[in-house]
């Protein structure tokens, strides 16, 4: 059980977005955002948002850093991702 953050590569806002998920459960991703001080307005039905900024303070609290396609293949495997198709309510 990890919570892993990708690099922060997805601009918006000023900044550049990074990507918090858990590769075992939304519970244990919810807890870590909660103890690391993440509003819960930053979760995107699998993963928090999180601005650049925020991620070596995360490191330092846990979070793994993985490459974006490490983050998105044990999401994948976690049974947690939520795909395009189900984000845009295609059955």
Do not use: C
């Amino acid at each position: 059980m990890a919570v892993l953050i990708d690099h922060p590569m997805w601009p918006a806002h000023g900044t550049l977005w990074a990507h918090l998920v858990s590769d075992s459960s939304l519970d244990e991703l919810h807890e870590f955002a909660a103890l690391a001080g993440l509003p819960r307005r930053g979760f995107d039905r699998d993963h928090y948002d999180v601005p650049a900024d925020r991620v070596p303070a995360l490191v330092t609290l846990g979070a793994e850093p993985v490459s974006n396609r490490e983050l998105v293949r044990r999401l994948e495997a976690s049974g947690l991702r939520v795909s395009q198709r189900q984000r845009r309510g295609i059955r």
